[in-house]
C-alpha cells in the first residue's frame, strides 16, 4: 500500500507556498492581507494550508482553523468562524480570555456552558405586529454588525500580542452568513498582524453559485491576492508517485498513474491504493463512487447527456451530441450549460469534453453493456455518413469494434493503420494492425478487404513494432509470419519474410545469430535470382548482419553486391543501407575520411529515397565515427541532429532513435555538461524491457556519481534483468554497480559486481575493449578494500582482496588483449582506461601507489571526460599523500574539488574533502600551510613529529596523515637521524628546544 500524502514532504508547491509565507510576512509587519485559495477537489489545498498553518505556528503565530460542510438543506450559520474561534476557549491566556470576555456578542459562535442560555433573541422574541416584525429585524441586523465588529476586534486585538493567522476552508459550501462575516473581514483589514485565508473548489463554483460575485468583489480588494492551485506538472506527479510508494514501481505503471491521474494528487492516491496493475479499464470502486457523487447533484437530462460524452472518448461536437443523445434541442442546451457550469465539461474549439479524465472513465464504467453498444453504434453511424477530417478511420475502428461491427472495425483499423503510418506515427500504426490481427478469424473470409491477407498484417505488425521501440514483439510477429510461410507462397515473398525477421533479431545481441541462420534463409531464396529491389534489400541486411559479426570481407561483398543490384533496379533504399555498410567498415580499417564520406551519402540516398530508418542509422554511424575519435562536441551535435530527425519522422523510438539519445547522454556525462532532472529522457510508456534499459543506461552512471543512491540502485536493478539481451547493458550495469558499491564503501561488493559483469560478457561471447573498463573499476575497489583490510589487522581480507584484485588486472589485460577497436586503432578513451588500469594494477601487485602513474591516466583523460579525470586526480593526490608530496598533493586535491562542485558529483567532493582534512590541507586557492621554522626536516617529517609529540601511535599517525604506518615508521627515523636523537621521546624535546614545534 502506497503511504498518504500527508505522510511526506511536500512536493511541487514551490510557489504557492513562497506566496503564502509572502502574505504572512506582510502580515506579521502589521500588514494585514487576504488570500483566496482556489483549487479542484482531490489537488492539495488543505495539505498546503497545513504546511502554512505550521510555518505560521513556528514563527510564533496564533492559527485558527475553520472548515465548512455541505449540508444540502442550508448550511450551519458561521460554521467555520464558530469551530474556529472555539480554539480561544481551550487557550490557557489571559490577553486572549480578555479579548474574548470584552465582546459579549462573540459568546453567539463559543461553546455555551452547560445550564447557560445561548446570547441573543430566543424563538418566542418575534410578534405579529407589522412594526413589531420590523423592530425585530432591525434588532436582528444590528446584532450581526456586533457580532462582526466583535470577531474583527478579537482577532485585531490577539494580533497586538503575536501575528494571527485565520484559515477558513471549503467556502463552496459556506452559508450566506459565514459569506457575509467572511467579506467583512477581508473589506477591513487595516495595520493587523493578521492573515485571512479562504479556500473553495474552483470546480464547485459554477455561473450561479452565491460564492461567485463575491469572490470577483473580494479579488478586487488591495490587500487580497488570490493563489490558484494547479494539479501538478508531470515532473512533479512522477515525484510524488515515487514518494507515495513503499517500493520502486516498474516505469509503464508510473507513466499510466501519472496520465490517468492528471497531476490530481488525490487521483493519484486512489490510483496507487488500488494496487499496481494501474492500467485497467476500471476505476477503483472508491475513486469511482467520488467521482460520480459530484454528478448526483445535476439533473437526470445532464447525466443522460453526460453518458453519450463518455462513449465519444474524445471532444464531441454539439451535433453529434444530439444524434447520439436523441434529447431535443432545448433539453440538451440546458443539459450542456448545467454540466459546464458545474465545471463538469469544458468547451474545446466548439466541442464539449470532460474537464478530468477520470470524471469519462467514471461515467463510461457506469453504463450497461446495451447502453454502451448503442451509442457506440450510434456514433459509427455518423461517422459513415458524416464527411470526416484525419483520425475519422481510426475512431470509426473503435466505435464498431464496441459496438461488435467486426468487418467495419478490420477494414477501417487497416486505413487507419495505413495514415499513421503516413504521418511518421508507428506505435499507432502498431495498435491499429493488432486490432486487425485480434479480429481477422471474426470476419468471414468474403467480407475481408481483399488487398490484404494474414501474412501481410503479421509483417507490418513487425515493422511497427521495430520502429516504436518494441523489439521483442517485432521478433514475435516476425516468426508468427515465418511459421505461416508455406509451399504456395513464392520464393520472393518468403525471403521478404525471413529477411523482416533477421532485421527484427539483428537489434538484441543474445538474437544475433539467429539473425544470421535468418538472412542466410533470404539470401538462399534470391541468390540466383535476378537483380531487384528485394534481392538489393537481402544482401544489404546481409551485409549489416555480417559486419557486425565482424566478418568484414564477407559483409562487404554484399554490401558491394546490394549496391549493385540497388542501381541495376533503381531502388536507392537498399543502396543506401549498403553504402552504411561500406562505410563503417572504412571505419574499422581506420580510413575515417573515407567511412564518412560513404555514411554522407548514404544519409542523402536514403534521405531522397524516403527511407528514414536507414538514414537515422546511416546518420548515427557518421556520429559515432567522431565520437570514436573523442571528437566529443561535433559528435554530440551530431547525435542530436539525429534525434531530431528520428523526432520529426516519429521514429524517435526506433533502434538509431534510441541509439542516440542514449549516447548522447552518455557524451553529455563524460563531458561534464550533466543534464537535469527535468531532461532525463524516460522510457515512457514503451513496453520493451531492452529499450527502457538502453535509454537507463546512463542514467545509472548519473546517479551514482550524483550520489543517488537509491536512484542508481532501481536504475541498474532494470538494467540487471536485460543483461542476456544486449551486451553494451550488461557493460553498464556491471559498471554502474561497481561504481555504487565501491562510493558506498562496500569495496567486495564492487570487485564482484565487475566480476559478475566479465561473466557476462564471456558468455555472449563479447569479452573485449569493453571490459577494460570494467575489471578496471573492480580492481580499483580491490585496493581500497586492502587498504581497508590492512588497517583493521583482517589478513583474510587482505589476501581475498589481492587475489581477487590480482585476477581483474588479469582480466582487463585479456580484454584489451582480445578486444578490436571498432575504428581499427584504439581511440583516447580506450588509452585512458589502460593507464587507469596500469596506475591500479601498480598497487595491487605489491608496489606502492605510484603517482607518475596516476598523473599519467589524469593527463590520459584529459580528452574531456571531465569527471573521470577528476577521480583520476582525486587517486593521483592519494598516491602523493603517500609519497610524502602534500603541496602537489593539495593541487590535485582542488583541481577534484572544483569539478565535483560544478557537477554536483556529491560522494567524489566528500572523498576529496575527507582526503584534504585528513592530510590537513586545505582546499581553498591559497598556498599549503608551511611551517618557516622546521629546520632540516622536510614538511612531511616535521608532521610526524608533530604528532608523535601529542602521543599519537604511528598506526594513528598514519591515519591522520594518509600514509601507511611503515612511511611514518621511515618518516620518523631521518627526523630523528637530522636531529641526533636514538628515541622518540628524545627526538619531541630537540624539536621543542629548537623551537621546530610549539607547545599545544
Given amino acids: ?301 445532464t447525466r443522460s447527456m453526460l453518458r453519450a460524452v463518455a462513449v465519444a472518448s474524445e471532444a464531441v461536437s454539439h451535433a453529434a451530441l444530439a444524434e447520439v443523445s436523441g434529447m431535443a434541442e432545448p433539453e440538451l442546451e440546458e443539459a450542456l450549460r448545467e454540466a459546464v457550469q458545474h465545471h463538469v465539461l469544458v468547451v474545446e474549439r466548439g466541442c464539449y469534453l470532460f474537464r478530468h479524465a477520470l470524471q469519462r472513465e467514471a461515467v463510461y464504467g457506469d453504463l450497461l453493456p446495451g447502453e454502451r453498444v448503442r451509442m457506440h453504434a450510434a456514433y459509427a453511424s455518423r461517422l459513415r455518413s458524416v464527411p470526416q477530417d484525419r483520425g475519422a478511420e481510426a475512431k470509426l475502428a473503435y466505435h464498431s469494434l464496441e459496438s461488435k461491427d467486426f468487418a467495419t472495425a478490420l477494414a477501417a483499423s487497416l486505413r487507419a493503420a495505413d495514415e499513421a503510418d503516413r504521418i511518421g506515427a508507428p506505435g499507432a500504426a502498431l495498435r491499429h494492425v493488432e486490432q486487425a490481427l485480434e479480429i481477422w478469424d471474426a470476419v468471414s473470409p468474403r467480407e475481408r478487404p481483399g488487398d490484404h491477407d494474414e501474412l501481410g498484417l503479421l509483417l507490418q505488425a513487425s515493422y511497427f513494432a521495430g520502429t516504436s521501440g518494441e523489439p521483442e514483439r517485432a521478433i514475435a510477429f516476425a516468426r508468427s509470419a515465418v511459421d505461416t510461410l508455406g509451399p504456395e507462397i513464392a520464393p520472393q515473398r518468403a525471403a521478404l519474410v525471413w529477411r523482416r525477421l533477421a532485421e527484427a533479431l539483428m537489434v538484441l545481441d543474445s538474437t544475433f545469430i539467429e539473425a544470421e541462420e535468418a538472412i542466410d534463409r533470404a539470401w538462399e531464396l534470391v541468390t540466383d535470382a535476378e537483380p531487384s529491389a528485394d534481392r538489393a534489400w537481402v544482401f544489404a541486411t546481409r551485409a549489416q548482419i555480417l559486419r557486425g559479426m565482424e566478418r568484414f570481407d564477407e559483409a562487404a561483398d554484399s554490401a558491394r553486391t546490394a549496391v549493385a543490384d540497388g542501381r541495376t533496379s533503381g531502388a536507392a533504399a537498399p543502396e543506401a543501407s549498403a553504402l552504411a555498410t561500406l562505410g563503417t567498415l572504412a571505419d574499422a580499417d581506420g580510413d575515417a575520411e573515407q567511412a564518412r564520406r560513404l555514411l554522407a551519402e548514404a544519409a542523402r540516398k536514403a534521405q531522397t529515397a524516403g527511407a528514414v530508418g536507414t538514414e537515422l542509422r546511416a546518420r548515427y554511424f557518421y556520429a559515432l565515427s567522431h565520437d570514436d575519435h573523442a571528437d566529443l562536441v561535433p559528435a554530440m551535435e551530431l547525435y542530436r541532429r539525429v534525434v531530431e530527425r528520428a523526432e520529426e519522422s516519429g521514429l524517435l523510438w526506433s533502434t538509431f532513435g534510441v541509439a542516440a539519445r542514449s549516447r548522447l547522454v552518455s557524451l553529455r556525462y563524460l563531458s561534464g555538461d550533466w543534464p537535469g532532472e527535468s531532461e532525463q529522457d524516460r522510457p515512457g510508456s514503451v513496453e520493451s524491457g531492452a529499450v527502457a534499459a538502453m535509454l537507463s543506461c546512463p542514467w545509472s552512471h548519473l546517479a551514482v556519481a550524483r550520489g543517488r543512491f537509491a536512484e542508481a540502485e532501481r536504475l541498474i536493478a532494470e538494467l540487471r534483468g536485460q543483461w542476456r539481451h544486449d551486451i553494451l547493458v550488461a557493460l553498464e550495469a556491471s559498471t554502474a554497480g561497481a561504481e555504487l558499491a565501491f562510493w558506498r564503501g562496500e569495496y567486495r561488493q564492487a570487485a564482484l559486481s565487475a566480476q559478475e559483469g566479465i561473466g557476462w560478457l564471456e558468455r555472449l561471447y563479447a569479452l573485449g575493449l569493453g571490459g577494460v573498463r570494467v575489471a578496471t573499476l573492480g580492481a580499483e575497489a580491490c585496493v581500497a578494500w586492502l587498504a581497508d583490510a590492512r588497517s583493521r589487522g583482517d589478513s583474510a581480507a587482505e589476501a581475498e582482496a589481492a587475489g581477487m584484485g590480482a585476477k581483474l588486472v588479469e582480466l582487463a589485460r585479456l580484454c584489451a588483449t582480445k578486444g578490436r577497436p571498432r575504428s581499427g586503432t584504439l581511440g583516447p578513451e580506450g588509452q585512458a582506461w589502460l593507464a587507469r588500469l596500469e596506475a591500479v594494477a601498480g598497487e595491487l601487485l605489491g608496489g606502492p601507489a605510484d603517482p607518475a602513474l596516476w598523473a599519467k591516466a589524469a593527463e590520459a583523460f584529459g580528452y574531456g571526460a571531465v569527471y573521470d579525470q577528476a577521480v583520476c586526480e582525486w587517486q593521483h593526490a592519494r598516491s602523493l599523500l603517500t609519497e610524502g608530496e602534500p603541496a602537489a598533493a593539495a593541487k590535485s586535491l582542488r583541481r577534484a574539488h572544483e569539478v565535483a562542485g560544478k557537477l554536483g558529483a556529491e560522494p567524489l567532493r566528500h572523498a576529496v574533502e575527507a582526503l584534504a582534512r585528513r592530510a590537513r590541507i586545505s582546499l581553498a586557492d591559497e598556498p599549503v600551510r608551511r611551517d618557516q621554522g622546521r629546520g632540516p626536516l622536510t614538511e612531511r617529517e616535521h608532521a610526524v613529529l608533530e604528532r608523535v609529540a601529542l602521543g599519537r601511535t604511528n598506526r594513528q599517525v598514519g591515519e591522520d596523515l594518509y600514509i601507511s604506518e611503515k612511511t611514518v615508521s621511515v618518516h620518523l627515523s631521518r627526523a630523528m637521524a637530522k636531529l641526533g636523537a636514538s628515541r622518540r621521546a628524545e627526538a619531541v624535546a630537540i624539536a621543542y628546544d629548537r623551537g621546530l614545534l610549539t607547545r599545544r
Avoid at 88 to 115: F, K, M, S, Y
Avoid at 174 to 200: I, K, Q
Wanted: hydrophobic letters at 45%.
Fill in 1 to 301: 500500500m502506497p503511504r498518504l500524502g500527508s505522510g511526506i514532504p511536500i512536493i511541487g508547491r514551490a510557489d504557492e507556498l513562497s506566496r503564502l509565507r509572502a502574505a504572512f510576512a506582510r502580515a506579521r509587519q502589521a500588514r494585514a492581507a487576504g488570500v483566496l485559495l482556489a483549487g479542484d477537489a482531490g489537488v492539495g489545498k488543505t495539505r498546503v494550508l497545513t504546511e502554512l498553518a505550521e510555518h505560521a505556528a513556528t514563527n510564533g503565530a496564533l492559527v485558527l482553523t475553520g472548515r465548512c460542510i455541505d449540508i444540502k438543506e442550508g448550511g450551519l450559520p458561521y460554521l467555520p468562524f464558530a469551530e474556529a474561534l472555539a480554539t480561544l476557549t481551550a487557550i490557557d491566556d489571559e490577553a486572549v480570555a480578555g479579548a474574548v470576555r470584552a465582546r459579549p456578542a462573540l459568546a453567539r459562535l463559543l461553546p455555551t456552558q452547560q445550564g447557560e442560555a445561548s446570547a441573543g433573541p430566543g424563538p418566542g422574541h418575534s410578534s405579529t405586529a407589522d412594526h413589531e416584525g420590523r423592530r425585530v429585524h432591525a434588532e436582528q441586523d444590528l446584532g450581526q454588525l456586533q457580532l462582526f465588529d466583535a470577531v474583527l476586534g478579537t482577532l485585531a486585538e490577539l494580533s497586538v500580542h503575536r501575528p494571527v493567522l485565520l484559515v477558513l476552508e471549503d467556502l463552496h459550501w459556506a452559508d450566506r452568513s459565514t459569506r457575509n462575516l467572511f467579506s467583512f473581514l477581508l473589506s477591513r483589514l487595516a495595520d493587523h498582524r493578521l492573515l485571512v485565508v479562504g479556500s473553495y473548489r474552483e470546480e464547485d463554483v459554477h455561473r450561479r453559485h452565491p460564492l461567485r460575485g463575491l469572490l470577483a468583489e473580494l479579488v478586487r480588494l488591495p490587500a487580497v491576492e488570490r493563489v490558484e492551485l494547479s494539479a501538478f506538472t508531470p515532473h512533479d506527479a512522477r515525484a510524488f508517485v515515487a514518494a507515495l510508494a513503499d517500493e520502486p514501481l516498474p516505469e509503464h505503471v508510473v507513466d499510466s498513474v501519472v496520465s490517468r491521474s492528471q497531476g490530481n494528487p488525490f487521483f493519484v492516491e486512489e490510483l496507487l491504493a488500488s494496487g499496481t496493475d494501474c492500467e485497467g479499464t476500471d476505476l477503483p470502486s472508491g475513486l469511482a463512487e467520488v467521482l460520480l457523487a459530484r454528478l448526483e447533484r445535476l439533473t437526470p437530462d
